[in-house]
């Protein structure tokens, strides 16, 4: 195997059910990061196995212009859940659904300028690799022109202390117009930045970001792959600030980890798009058995109050990190919404906060042995925050069962 990014966790899945992953001995692992951030309904949940079965047997594939019922009962399903944006485009990725964004928002504003947070991560292809920050940007030569970073707001590891997020947040911009060519088409943004470290935008900065957008013309552009269909406690995560962007992508958790990514943007937007001949023609576009897929699993979201749910259980969840972070001085930082935690940790040898992912990258080995399967994520300057998120099918005994062993593992490590 072609090694891609880091190296293969030793346990060889060989089924998987509900919350747990099963190796062929039988020994199985609690799943506390859904896949990857996306079986939000657990594994092969029968619900959505019943449904791969039918479309499979009766509308698979088509031709890309073929417009099919169950594609177009998803988009207004979607367009009923975000009011504003009633037009919808289906895809396969999170990172081809974002490649698509930014070309609309290029082609509608005619500009190329592309601004994102340095901790983002947006995918490996081209435009959406452009606008990622996180991580793989040496050794693949130019990333787009006209692409720019600014620091998302970090509460718990602020740049300068003391200062508000609105201030850096003008500073920021006041630098980006600086070096603009004056041609800006859109921000980029994840509501909560999860492969940066679980950093949850302020009540406020949404707004605020949505503002700076209009006054350059530009989109705002949100990237709800990890914090759509409920996790967060809304269905959205935007919807908490009451914010509707221009354009919304979703990925990963519409399809509870099978390949499936909407765009979802206005009206006047799409109209736009028409005049200009809008090509973003691909092989799977619309395609109808993933559509199937994810009309079940919005179905179940809200038939079962998922989202609900995600904030009663994550406020639990939260508790218990917390009485473990008070045990144990390495835990920073107990921080996210609804479902999507993260756990920082660091070292305070010597009376100064210092990076600790010798101690993370330990605790999550021995987590793994000990039957939970978690998710560390180097973080710029913290070096380690484990992301917690469990399916939102997940019960309170598992929750309790997912303390316990992370408990465990800390104990072991300590
Ligand atoms: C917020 C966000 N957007 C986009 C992507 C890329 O999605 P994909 O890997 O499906 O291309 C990811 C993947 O981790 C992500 O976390």
């Known amino acids: ?75 207004e399903a979607l367009a009923i859940t975000m009011p504003g944006l009633p037009r919808v485009m289906l895809l396969s990725t999170g990172g081809e659904a974002n490649e698509a964004a930014i070309k609309i928002a290029k082609l509608v504003t005619g500009g190329w300028e592309v601004i994102g947070f340095a901790q983002s991560w947006h995918g490996m292809t081209g435009a959406a690799a452009s606008a990622t920050y996180k991580a793989g940007r040496r050794g693949y030569g130019p990333a787009a022109v006209g692409s720019f970073a600014i620091p998302a707001p970090n509460a718990f590891r602020p740049r300068f202390p003391g200062v508000s997020w609105q201030a850096e947040l003008n500073d920021a911009f006041a630098l980006v117009d600086r070096q603009s060519t004056g041609n ?59 914010v509707v962007p221009d354009i919304m992508v979703l990925s990963k958790t519409l399809g509870a980890g099978l390949p499936l990514s909407a765009v979802l943007t206005t009206d006047a937007i799409s109209t736009a798009c028409d005049e200009r001949d809008l090509l973003f023609y691909t ?29 009663v259980l994550g406020a639990r969840l939260k508790d218990g990190l917390r009485a473990l972070q008070s045990r144990y001085r390495w835990i920073g930082d107990v921080r996210g919404r609804g479902l999507l935690l993260g756990l920082e940790f660091i070292d305070e040898e010597g009376g100064e906060r210092r990076s600790a992912a010798a101690l993370s990258d330990a605790v999550t080995d021995r987590a793994l042995e000990l039957g939970l399967s978690a998710n560390i994520v180097r973080a710029g300057a913290s070096g380690g925050v484990m992301r917690i998120a469990p399916p939102l099918l997940v019960t309170q005994a598992e929750l309790d069962l997912g303390l316990e062993l992370l408990a465990a593992a800390m104990r072991d490590v300590a």
């Not at 899945?13 to 039988?26: Q, T």
């Not at 989109?219 to 914090?227: F, H, K, S, V, W």
């Open 1 to 75: 195997m072609l090694k891609f990014g880091g190296d293969f966790v030793p346990f060889v899945p060989a089924r998987a059910e509900g919350s747990f992953v099963y190796d062929e001995a039988g020994r199985r692992v609690l799943d506390f990061t859904s896949g990857q951030m996306s079986a939000i309904l657990g594994h092969c949940h029968p619900e959505i196995v019943a449904t791969v079965r039918s479309a499979a047997g009766t509308l698979d594939h088509l031709f890309s212009s073929m417009l099919c019922r169950p594609v177009v009962d998803l988009a």
């Open 184 to 242: 800006p088409a859109a921000f980029i943004a994840e509501p909560i930045l999860s492969s940066g470290g679980i950093i949850e935008l302020p009540e406020g900065y949404l707004r605020a970001l949505k503002a700076k957008c209009e006054e350059r013309g530009m989109l705002l552009i949100l990237d709800e792959a990890q914090t759509g269909l409920g996790r967060t406690g809304h269905m959205y995560a935007c919807q908490r600030d009451g």
């Open 283 to 311: 092989t799977h576009v619309n395609d109808p058995l993933p559509a199937s897929v994810g009309l079940k699993v919005l179905e179940i979201v809200e038939r079962d109050g998922l989202a609900e749910r995600a904030a």
